[in-house]
C-alpha cells in the first residue's frame, strides 16, 4: 500500500536533526506542497556503483545529513559482515571542498565511530585520488570521498573505495544498498568524535609524501632518463577546485615548478565556481580563463583538473588558435608515450593497457599493431580499475587505462582517474617529445598518419523519462531479427547488446562484457571499421551516443563519424517523433 506523503514528511522530521532541511520539509508540509514533498521524499537516493550524488536539499532523495548518515550505517554493517579486521584497519575519508562537504565527512565519520571502526581522517580538503591511495596504504577495509566531481554547485556526492582501492562494483553495491535500508535511524549526529575520539587519526600527513613519490615513479620511473625541458611552459587551472596543492608539489617533484603558472581567478576552492557556466573542462567555454592567462604570458599549453582533480584537460596553442584535445586524443597520446618507453628487456605480450567500451579504438589499434594486450571494459573506472587489478593477477603488466571523459589512470599511483599523475605523465611526455622536436599536437598527427586518423561524433539526447528511453531502445531492437543488419548504407559487421546480453560475433553469442538488463547498452561495429555505442546514462536522463570513424584524413573520417550520427537521429532515434532533445 503506498504511503501518504505527509506520513513519508513526519518520518523525515522525526529522524531529521539537521535544522537547515527539517525547516525546508516542515515548510513544505504547511504550504501543502505535496507534489514537491513527493519529488523529495518518496523515492530514496538509490546507491549505486558510484555511491551517492545528487542536489543537496532536504528529502529521502537527496544528499544530506540524514541521508549520509544512513548510508554509512549501512555501508559499516555491510563491511564489517565481509571484510576483516574492519574495526582495526578501518576507512579513510576524504572530502572536496564543496558546500557541506566537511559537515557530511564529519557525520560519516561519526557514524562508523560509533560502530567501533577506526578513522582515518583527511584533515583538509584534498583531491579524490588521495583517498583510493590512502585505502592501499594504511591497508584500510574501504574508503569514503564526499564529492560531487565536476556536478554543478548545488550537488554533492558520497564516493566509496573498497579494500582493493578500486570502486565499488557488484555484488557490492546490492548489498550496501540493502544494509541502508537495515540501518536507517540514526545512531548519533555528534561531529565532535574528530577531535575527541581516539578511533579518530589525522592522516593527510601519513600519505601525501609517499603519494607524491608513487607519482614521480610513475612519471619518471628508473629505466626513464627524461631531462624535463626548460622551455615547457604551462598553465594549470584547478577550476575553483582542490587540485592546485597537489599540482604545485607534483610540479616541484618534477623540477618545473617555475614554469607553472596559474588561473589566479580559478586557483583557490571556491563552492560556487563562479567564472564557469559548468565546472566541468569538458564543457564549451570552461577553458576561457586558461586560455586568456596564457596568452598573456604567451604559453602555448594548458592543463586543467575538474574540481575534484580527477579528471585533466589539455590544450595547445597551434600556429594562431588553440587546440583542446578530447578525451580521446590525449588518451592516446598519453597510451602512445608509455608504450615507447617500455623496457625492451620486458616481454611485450605481458604489457597490458585499457580503455572503456565508449572511447576511442585508438589505443587498441596501436596494440595490434605492436602486439601488447589491450582489453576493453564497460564505462566508469570501477571497471577499469578492477579489470587493471586482475589482469595483474594473472601476470599482465598494466600500464595504464583510460576513458573518453578526461579520465586517466597511471596503476602505479592509483586504480582510479587522476588527474594529477596523468599530468606527471603528460609534461614528462612533451619533455621527451621536445627533444624530438615534437610538441603533444605534432605528436598526435604523428599517431594518426600511423594508426590512421580516428575522430568521434559523440553527443547525447536528453529523454523525458525512463520508460521513454527503454521505448526506443526496444524500437531499435525491433528493426531486425534478431537485431538490424544495417545503419542506412553501412552493414553491421557486429551487434553487442549489453542488455539482452547477445554478441553477434562470438560462438555462443554471449557478450565478453558483464550484462545489465536495467540498463540499456548497444554497441555496432560496422563493414568500414566504424564502431559506435549507444546507452541510456545512470545518472542523467540522457541517451548518449559514442561514434568514431576511421580514415586516410582528418576530414574523412570526421565526415563519416558525422554521417553516422545523422542516420542514427533518422533511422533509430527519431528525436521528433520521442520527444528527445539533442544536446
Known amino acids: 500500500m503506498t504511503r501518504d506523503i505527509k506520513d513519508l514528511a513526519k518520518e523525515w522530521l522525526e529522524l531529521d536533526e539537521d535544522k537547515s532541511t527539517t525547516d525546508e520539509i516542515y515548510k513544505l508540509l504547511v504550504d501543502g506542497d505535496t507534489s514537491e514533498l513527493e519529488k523529495r521524499l518518496r523515492h530514496r537516493i538509490a546507491f549505486g556503483t558510484a555511491g551517492l550524488r545528487g542536489p543537496m536539499q532536504g ?87 564526499i564529492t560531487a566531481s565536476h556536478n554543478p554547485a548545488k550537488d554533492n556526492g558520497y564516493k566509496v573505495y573498497w579494500s582493493n582501492g578500486c570502486q565499488i562494483i557488484p555484488p557490492h553495491d546490492v548489498g550496501i544498498a540493502e544494509s541502508i535500508m537495515e540501518n536507517l535511524k540514526p545512531v ?12 579518530v587519526e589525522g592522516s593527510l600527513d601519513l ?15 628508473e629505466h626513464v632518463k627524461v631531462k624535463m625541458d626548460p622551455e615547457l611552459r604551462f598553465v594549470y587551472t584547478p577550476m575553483h577546485g582542490v587540485g592546485l596543492p597537489a ?26 565556481f563562479p567564472t564557469v557556466k559548468f565546472p566541468n573542462p569538458e564543457e564549451k567555454g570552461a577553458l576561457d580563463l586558461a586560455i586568456e592567462t596564457a596568452e598573456k604570458s604567451s604559453i602555448r599549453l594548458i592543463l586543467a583538473s575538474d574540481p575534484d582533480a580527477d579528471r585533466l584537460a589539455a590544450a595547445e596553442k597551434v600556429g594562431d588558435k ?51 594486450k589491450f582489453t576493453e571494459t564497460l564505462t566508469g573506472f570501477k571497471w577499469l580499475g578492477n579489470v587493471a587489478r586482475q589482469l595483474d593477477s594473472e ?22 582517474k587522476d588527474s594529477i599523475s596523468a599530468a606527471a605523465v603528460f609534461l614528462t611526455a612533451a619533455s ?52 538490424p543488419t544495417s545503419i542506412c548504407s553501412r552493414k553491421i559487421a557486429r551487434w553487442r547488446d549489453l542488455t539482452l546480453g547477445y554478441d553477434s560475433k562470438s560462438k555462443d553469442h554471449k557478450p565478453d562484457l558483464p550484462v545489465d538488463v536495467t540498463s540499456q547498452m548497444i554497441t555496432c561495429e560496422l563493414d568500414d571499421g566504424a564502431v559506435f555505442t549507444v ?19 582528418s576530414e574523412e573520417a570526421k565526415t563519416g563519424a558525422t554521417e553516422i550520427l545523422e542516420d542514427l537521429l533518422r533511422e533509430w532515434f527519431k528525436p521528433e517523433e520521442n520527444g528527445l532533445r539533442l544536446a
Open 432 to 483: 621527451h617529445w621536445s627533444t624530438q622536436g615534437l610538441t603533444p599536437y605534432a605528436k598526435l598527427q604523428q599517431l594518426y598518419q600511423y594508426l590512421g586518423y580516428f575522430e568521434d561524433a559523440n553527443t547525447y539526447l536528453v529523454s523525458p523519462s525512463p520508460s521513454v528511453t527503454t521505448s526506443v531502445f526496444t524500437a531499435i531492437r525491433a528493426l531486425g531479427s534478431p537485431h
Open 59 to 145: 528529502g529521502f532523495a537527496c544528499m544530506n545529513s540524514l541521508t549520509v548518515i544512513q548510508a554509512s550505517q549501512g555501508l559499516a554493517a555491510y563491511l564489517l559482515k565481509t571484510e576483516k579486521n574492519v574495526e582495526r584497519r578501518g576507512v579513510v575519508i576524504g572530502r572536496d571542498a564543496r558546500h557541506n562537504s566537511e559537515k557530511f565527512a564529519k557525520l560519516t565519520a561519526a557514524a562508523f565511530v560509533a560502530k567501533g571502526i577506526k578513522v582515518w581522517w583527511y584533515e583538509d580538503p584534498s583531491h579524490t585520488p588521495m583517498v583510493p591511495f590512502g585505502v592501499r596504504e594504511l591497508d584500510a577495509a574501504a574508503g569514503i570521498m
Open 535 to 553: 546507452r541510456g546514462s545512470g545518472t542523467e536522463p540522457k541517451i548518449k551516443l559514442y561514434i568514431e570513424c576511421q580514415g586516410k584524413s
Open 207 to 221: 600519505v601525501q609524501d609517499k603519494y607524491h613519490q608513487a607519482v614521480l615513479c610513475a612519471a619518471q620511473p
Open 247 to 272: 599540482m604545485q608539489r607534483c610540479a616541484e617533484t618534477l623540477d618545473v615548478a617555475s614554469q607553472m603558472a596559474v588561473v589566479e581567478a580559478q586557483a583557490q576552492p571556491d563552492p560556487d
Open 395 to 416: 601476470g599482465y603488466d598494466v600500464v595504464y587505462a583510460f576513458e573518453e571523459a578526461l579520465g586517466y589512470m597511471i596503476p602505479q599511483t592509483v586504480h582510479d
Open 188 to 199: 548519533t549526529w555528534d561531529t565532535t568524535v574528530i577531535e575527541s575520539s581516539l578511533l
Open 322 to 372: 588553440w587546440h583542446i584535445f578530447s578525451g580521446n586524443q590525449l588518451g592516446a597520446l598519453l597510451g602512445s608515450y608509455l608504450f615507447e618507453r617500455y623496457p625492451a628487456s620486458k616481454p611485450r605480450e605481458k604489457l597490458a593497457m585499457l580503455a572503456s567500451t565508449v572511447s576511442s579504438r585508438m589505443l587498441a589499434a596501436l596494440a595490434k599493431k605492436e602486439g601488447f
